[in-house]
């Protein structure tokens, strides 16, 4: 494993720590950009603030060649009530790093140092913090704002800590590596009134079984079997009462899948069935369909080069080049659409420290991983702007 030496696991924990106390949010992320500022700073990386209203790049070059590639961590929290009961639980109310981001901070500060102070390279390495990962708002916000025209690089990376997979190791694939991820909303306009006279109303209850029904029909036999797709109505809201038969039913869900065929199918097919019950019932309705996160798709050649600098820190035993897709959602993803790239996965742990998964309240990130974070961008870095390449 590359050694790195300012950048010691003791510093880095005690930086990933700082961050899990304060956490903030979407793209209030003021006092967390401001902590990354100043320690890029104190590198000796220029800095680059405000992309994306709060994104950071920071920005080394060495020598002379022209060669750039980008390395991303996300800054945001979420909005959850922290239960964990340890000395550096959140501080503040209703706000939690539930899901490592103060870790992929922290990791890539690592890098940015052992690289600015030890770093054998030839090119430019852009340290890329970004705001709002988790409303799928930060990545296209910064691509919007310049991102890869200011910092012209040839490909970027990503990498997210992963419950469940043992600490230290790594996965990856070359293609879709997460679900895009797209929100509906269906409002079922009916006629409502007393339960004891049905015949007289438009029951909008009845009409929005049938379509939750339908719903499963999208997957089942419209989606190719080879294809990945999800399709789930999540909430189901009523304006009726015990006794009374209600006007108006809305069914709001989520869709998932790797490819934007599919989702252009799902969105096509639900808004046919959603119109065709409705009408069959005499009921008006709304249909709203929202992509909020694309697929992830990583690109053949920038994944050969995150598995070979993983197995040289690793070795092979600890890398899946071939993980099985998941279907949960990224941001880097509106990045990858426009600029090469490869997301991997860096195991968490399986044990009572690592083993919560994403999203929840007691969930902490394992600073046993934070030294194989930082060397695996050390690594890489340094592969990729090779001095003899």
């Given at each position: 494993?590359?050694?790195?030496?300012?950048?010691?696991?003791?510093?880095?924990?005690?930086?990933?720590?700082?961050?899990?106390?304060?956490?903030?949010?979407?793209?209030?992320?003021?006092?967390?950009?401001?902590?990354?500022?100043?320690?890029?700073?104190?590198?000796?990386?220029?800095?680059?603030?405000?992309?994306?209203?709060?994104?950071?790049?920071?920005?080394?070059?060495?020598?002379?060649?022209?060669?750039?590639?980008?390395?991303?961590?996300?800054?945001?929290?979420?909005?959850?009530?922290?239960?964990?009961?340890?000395?550096?639980?959140?501080?503040?109310?209703?706000?939690?790093?539930?899901?490592?981001?103060?870790?992929?901070?922290?990791?890539?500060?690592?890098?940015?140092?052992?690289?600015?102070?030890?770093?054998?390279?030839?090119?430019?390495?852009?340290?890329?913090?970004?705001?709002?990962?988790?409303?799928?708002?930060?990545?296209?916000?910064?691509?919007?704002?310049?991102?890869?025209?200011?910092?012209?690089?040839?490909?970027?990376?990503?990498?997210?800590?992963?419950?469940?997979?043992?600490?230290?190791?790594?996965?990856?694939?070359?293609?879709?590596?997460?679900?895009?991820?797209?929100?509906?909303?269906?409002?079922?306009?009916?006629?409502?009134g007393h339960a004891s006279q049905p015949h007289h109303h438009i029951d909008p209850l009845v009409i929005?079984?049938?379509?939750?029904?339908?719903?499963?029909?999208?997957?089942?036999?419209?989606?190719?079997?080879?294809?990945?797709?999800?399709?789930?109505?999540?909430?189901?809201?009523?304006?009726?009462?015990?006794?009374?038969?209600?006007?108006?039913?809305?069914?709001?869900?989520?869709?998932?899948?790797?490819?934007?065929?599919?989702?252009?199918?799902?969105?096509?097919?639900?808004?046919?069935?959603?119109?065709?019950?409705?009408?069959?019932?005499?009921?008006?309705?709304?249909?709203?369909?929202?992509?909020?996160?694309?697929?992830?798709?990583?690109?053949?050649?920038?994944?050969?080069?995150?598995?070979?600098?993983?197995?040289?820190?690793?070795?092979?035993?600890?890398?899946?080049?071939?993980?099985?897709?998941?279907?949960?959602?990224?941001?880097?993803?509106?990045?990858?659409?426009?600029?090469?790239?490869?997301?991997?996965?860096?195991?968490?742990?399986?044990?009572?420290?690592?083993?919560?998964?994403?999203?929840?309240?007691?969930?902490?990130?394992?600073?046993?991983?934070?030294?194989?974070?930082?060397?695996?961008?050390?690594?890489?870095?340094?592969?990729?702007?090779?001095?003899?390449?």
């Amino acid at each position: 494993m590359v050694q790195l030496r300012k950048a010691s696991h003791t510093q880095m924990k005690h930086w990933r720590r700082h961050l899990h106390q304060h956490p903030e949010t979407e793209f209030d992320v003021i006092d967390t950009a401001a902590f990354v500022v100043q320690k890029l700073t104190e590198f000796g990386v220029q800095v680059h603030q405000g992309i994306g209203k709060i994104g950071i790049v920071g920005q080394l070059t060495k020598g002379s060649s022209t060669k750039a590639i980008g390395l991303r961590a996300d800054m945001d929290a979420l909005a959850i009530q922290e239960l964990n009961q340890f000395s550096h639980k959140s501080l503040n109310d209703g706000q939690m790093h539930a899901c490592g981001h103060d870790g992929h901070t922290s990791m890539l500060l690592g890098a940015a140092q052992e690289l600015a102070t030890h770093g054998d390279f030839d090119g430019t390495v852009y340290f890329i913090f970004q705001p709002d990962e988790e409303h799928g708002a930060g990545a296209q916000a910064m691509i919007d704002d310049g991102l890869f025209e200011r910092f012209p690089m040839q490909a970027i990376y990503g990498l997210h800590n992963m419950p469940g997979m043992p600490a230290g190791e790594m996965a990856m694939n070359s293609g879709g590596v997460m679900a895009s991820e797209d929100n509906f909303k269906i409002v079922i306009k009916g006629r409502g009134g007393h339960a004891s006279q049905p015949h007289h109303h438009i029951d909008p209850l009845v009409i929005g079984a049938e379509i939750l029904l339908a719903l499963q029909t999208i997957v089942s036999r419209n989606i190719d079997p080879e294809q990945q797709a999800v399709v789930s109505a999540t909430e189901f809201i009523t304006d009726g009462a015990v006794n009374v038969i209600p006007s108006t039913v809305t069914i709001t869900g989520d869709c998932r899948s790797f490819s934007e065929a599919v989702q252009d199918l799902i969105e096509a097919r639900m808004a046919q069935l959603v119109a065709g019950i409705c009408q069959a019932h005499g009921a008006d309705h709304e249909f709203e369909y929202n992509r909020v996160f694309w697929a992830t798709i990583n690109t053949p050649h920038e994944t050969q080069a995150a598995g070979k600098a993983a197995v040289a820190l690793l070795g092979q035993e600890k890398v899946d080049l071939a993980c099985r897709p998941k279907t949960i959602s990224e941001d880097f993803a509106s990045m990858l659409r426009v600029k090469e790239g490869c997301y991997a996965f860096l195991g968490n742990g399986v044990d009572s420290v690592g083993g919560c998964m994403l999203h929840n309240p007691h969930y902490d990130f394992n600073d046993d991983i934070l030294e194989t974070g930082a060397a695996y961008w050390v690594t890489l870095a340094q592969q990729e702007l090779n001095l003899s390449a």
